[in-house]
């Protein structure tokens, strides 16, 4: 976990893009602060002027100025507050690509080990308390230490006394501040950490609802709600006491600031040490003072929140990704051969997933991937999409390593068409482009086609769809995720389980489409039903996360003795399946 010292930086190194924005929001706030301590040097004067009989003309002259300037202080606080919504809106909009970029970018074991809801909070929920830090707190701040700074060196100039107090005072004001903020910061971390696994556990039931309510689960699930809530009151209690006593001390600093400083002004006027002015000025000015100290208070609970915050972005920041984007070859154009060297992979425990895998399949063979549940079929064909990386040996593509490849190289020429397809808000167009605008609605219409969905492309690719793809059905949306490779025209074609949702009628139309999508191109289905594996070249055996069967799909359903046709002997007592 980074230091302080180290977040401090990070955030340093996120505001630099914005660095001109907060420079110019700076130079206001300052000349804000300015102001504000000029009227009451405006009134010191007028003071001085009225008890030496001044005449009502010049006394009038400094009020009209001392007016102008509050005048001015108010047209220049409107600007600071403009100006500082814009710019932490700015800076945090970027914080959140950055991180939403980031975390899409992260291995396949740590979004196994963090909710969606839990991430969702973690990229929205906690930058918004960044940006409601920084577009009301830090201008404030800037703004105190601006009048801290011009304030004793104005009393500096009037008796070095005066500022000598007002830098005892200040120090004790800012110690008190910064000791308060320090202890508050861990409980406004755990709060945030309770509320992002309280609203995860809600987004799993509400996913999960008709699985829970079907089994007779709602009881338990409620029980879980109730004890992820309970959690999450005990970190605002806590973190609310942090408050209330960070409040009680600055609360009594302002006020025993506000009694020191009338005493000792009434005593050194009294002694003719200074002048009424000059006592009328120290008060105004620890007034002054005390505004930004009060406001401090007001806004602790949005201090808390956002170090706590900071705290939880920058420590997901510094998560490093396991697959990184530095390749720099490209494989040769066309199929391209997929060969596992000896690969084995975990999720980081004592249990291997795959264990010492070497395989090999020429460019534009068909090949299917068998086995029990939880024998490594799926992990396999991660690992040729590098939505994880092996723990051990090398995967090639093309006879190219797989990390040598670039990203959005591999990401061109590789697709998936998994067994959940995931379809979104939006027109039919959209979900087969998935929002790219460039290709062209002939080529959307022609990938629609060619997936069997003529209905879909003559009825209308502008036709919205609702939330989840409301209004396609499970083998429509099967379908649709087809015509996304079609219309994409990869090299290599990965399908995981493309017809476990789906009715015969609507497999038979898939199988059609996937035997066409085939031709010319390297294809891995991972399948259960061993009927959609009639056209593949090859037959792969897992079991345990080794490979124990390769070879010819028809020699292999031709030996009695090979584990693949004892599996469709098991398949065909439910279904006829054609060998």
Same mark, same amino acid.
């Given at each position: 976990m980074p230091?302080?010292?180290?977040?401090?930086?990070?955030?340093?190194?996120?505001?630099?893009?914005?660095?001109?924005?907060?420079?110019?929001?700076? @130079? #206001?706030? @300052?000349?804000?602060?300015?102001?504000?301590?000029?009227?009451?040097?405006?009134? *010191?004067?007028?003071?001085?002027?009225?008890?030496?009989g001044?005449?009502?003309?010049?006394?009038?002259?400094?009020?009209?100025?001392? %007016?102008?300037?509050?005048?001015?202080?108010?047209?220049?606080?409107?600007?600071?507050?403009?100006?500082?919504t814009?710019?932490?809106?700015?800076?945090t909009?970027?914080?959140?690509?950055?991180?939403?970029?980031?975390?899409?970018?992260?291995?396949?074991g740590?979004?196994?080990?963090?909710?969606?809801?839990?991430?969702?909070?973690?990229v929205?929920?906690?930058v918004t308390?960044?940006?409601?830090?920084?577009?009301?707190?830090?201008p404030?701040?800037?703004?105190?230490?601006?009048?801290?700074?011009?304030?004793?060196g104005? %009393?500096?100039?009037?008796?070095?006394?005066?500022?000598l107090?007002?830098?005892?005072?200040?120090?004790?004001?800012?110690?008190?501040?910064?000791?308060?903020?320090?202890?508050?910061?861990?409980?406004?971390?755990?709060?945030?950490?309770?509320?992002?696994?309280? !609203?995860?556990?809600?987004?799993?039931?509400?996913?999960?609802?008709?699985?829970?309510?079907?089994?007779?689960?709602?009881?338990?699930?409620?029980?879980?709600?109730?004890?992820?809530?309970?959690?999450?009151?005990?970190?605002?209690?806590?973190?609310?006491?942090?408050?209330?006593?960070?409040?009680?001390?600055?609360?009594g600093?302002?006020?025993?600031?506000?009694?020191?400083?009338?005493?000792?002004?009434?005593?050194?006027?009294?002694r003719?040490m200074i002048?009424?002015?000059?006592?009328?000025?120290?008060?105004q000015?620890?007034?002054?003072?005390?505004?930004?100290?009060?406001?401090?208070?007001?806004?602790?609970?949005?201090?808390?929140?956002?170090?706590?915050?900071?705290?939880?972005?920058?420590?997901?920041?510094?998560?490093?990704?396991?697959?990184?984007?530095e390749?720099?070859?490209?494989?040769?154009?066309?199929?391209?051969?997929?060969?596992?060297?000896?690969?084995?992979?975990?999720?980081?425990?004592?249990?291997?997933?795959?264990?010492?895998?070497?395989? /090999?399949?020429?460019?534009?063979?068909?090949?299917?991937?068998?086995?029990?549940?939880?024998?490594?079929?799926?992990?396999?064909s991660?690992?040729?999409?590098?939505?994880?990386?092996?723990?051990?040996?090398?995967?090639?593509?093309?006879?190219?390593?797989?990390?040598?490849?670039p990203?959005?190289?591999?990401?061109?020429?590789?697709?998936?068409?998994?067994?959940?397809?995931?379809?979104l808000?939006?027109?039919?167009?959209?979900?087969?482009?998935?929002?790219?605008?460039?290709?062209?609605?002939d080529?959307?219409? /022609?990938?629609?086609?060619?997936?069997?969905?003529? /209905?879909?492309?003559?009825?209308?690719?502008?036709?919205?769809?609702?939330?989840?793809?409301?209004?396609?059905?499970?083998?429509?949306?099967?379908? #649709?995720?087809?015509?996304?490779?079609?219309?994409?025209?990869?090299?290599?074609?990965?399908?995981?389980?493309?017809?476990?949702?789906?009715?015969?009628?609507?497999?038979?139309? %898939?199988?059609?489409?996937?035997a066409?999508l085939?031709?010319?191109?390297?294809? %891995?289905i991972?399948?259960?039903?061993l009927?959609?594996?009639?056209?593949?070249?090859?037959?792969?055996?897992?079991?345990?996360?080794?490979?124990?069967?390769?070879?010819d *799909?028809?020699?292999?359903?031709?030996?009695?003795?090979?584990? !693949? *046709?004892?599996?469709?002997?098991?398949a065909?007592?439910?279904?006829?399946?054609?060998?």
């Amino acid at each position: 976990m980074p230091t302080q010292t180290a977040r401090w930086r990070a955030l340093a190194a996120l505001l630099r893009p914005d660095a001109w924005r907060w420079v110019g929001l700076g @130079a #206001l706030v @300052a000349c804000g602060s300015g102001l504000i301590l000029t009227g009451p040097l405006i009134v *010191r004067e007028i003071v001085d002027r009225a008890t030496a009989g001044t005449t009502t003309g010049q006394l009038t002259r400094l009020a009209v100025l001392f %007016l102008i300037v509050a005048a001015a202080t108010q047209l220049i606080n409107m600007a600071v507050a403009w100006v500082a919504t814009v710019t932490a809106w700015h800076t945090t909009n970027g914080i959140r690509l950055r991180l939403a970029r980031h975390v899409l970018g992260l291995s396949h074991g740590f979004h196994r080990r963090h909710t969606p809801g839990e991430l969702i909070q973690r990229v929205d929920g906690d930058v918004t308390s960044v940006s409601d830090f920084m577009g009301r707190v830090i201008p404030r701040a800037a703004g105190a230490v601006f009048m801290m700074v011009g304030m004793i060196g104005v %009393l500096a100039v009037v008796d070095w006394r005066l500022a000598l107090g007002a830098v005892v005072y200040v120090a004790v004001a800012v110690a008190v501040v910064i000791r308060g903020r320090h202890r508050a910061v861990g409980e406004s971390s755990d709060e945030m950490g309770s509320y992002a696994r309280l !609203y995860g556990g809600i987004e799993e039931r509400l996913t999960a609802a008709e699985d829970l309510r079907s089994n007779g689960a709602g009881a338990h699930a409620m029980w879980r709600f109730v004890e992820d809530s309970a959690d999450a009151l005990g970190s605002a209690v806590r973190r609310e006491k942090a408050f209330l006593r960070m409040w009680w001390a600055v609360d009594g600093s302002v006020g025993a600031g506000s009694v020191v400083s009338l005493i000792a002004s009434a005593l050194m006027v009294g002694r003719h040490m200074i002048t009424v002015a000059d006592a009328f000025l120290l008060f105004q000015y620890v007034l002054l003072l005390a505004r930004p100290l009060e406001d401090m208070v007001d806004q602790l609970e949005t201090v808390q929140k956002a170090n706590g915050a900071m705290v939880r972005v920058i420590d997901l920041l510094e998560v490093e990704p396991e697959v990184r984007d530095e390749g720099t070859t490209l494989p040769a154009g066309g199929p391209l051969s997929v060969e596992f060297r000896d690969v084995a992979f975990d999720y980081g425990d004592e249990t291997a997933v795959l264990q010492s895998i070497n395989l /090999s399949f020429a460019a534009g063979r068909a090949i299917g991937l068998v086995g029990r549940t939880g024998s490594g079929k799926t992990t396999l064909s991660r690992l040729v999409l590098r939505l994880v990386e092996a723990t051990g040996g090398s995967v090639l593509l093309g006879g190219v390593p797989i990390e040598q490849i670039p990203l959005n190289e591999l990401r061109r020429r590789v697709a998936l068409v998994p067994q959940e397809v995931e379809l979104l808000s939006g027109t039919i167009r959209d979900n087969v482009t998935l929002f790219d605008e460039v290709p062209t609605d002939d080529a959307v219409a /022609s990938a629609l086609r060619n997936a069997g969905l003529v /209905s879909l492309a003559d009825g209308g690719i502008h036709r919205r769809l609702g939330a989840g793809g409301a209004g396609l059905s499970a083998g429509e949306a099967q379908l #649709l995720a087809l015509a996304r490779v079609w219309l994409r025209d990869p090299d290599i074609v990965v399908l995981d389980e493309a017809t476990a949702r789906i009715d015969p009628a609507t497999e038979a139309e %898939l199988e059609a489409a996937v035997a066409r999508l085939c031709n010319g191109r390297t294809t %891995l289905i991972i399948a259960h039903r061993l009927s959609t594996l009639r056209h593949v070249d090859e037959i792969v055996v897992l079991d345990h996360g080794r490979v124990v069967e390769h070879g010819d *799909r028809t020699d292999l359903a031709d030996d009695i003795d090979s584990r !693949y *046709r004892h599996l469709l002997e098991l398949a065909l007592d439910d279904e006829a399946v054609a060998p």
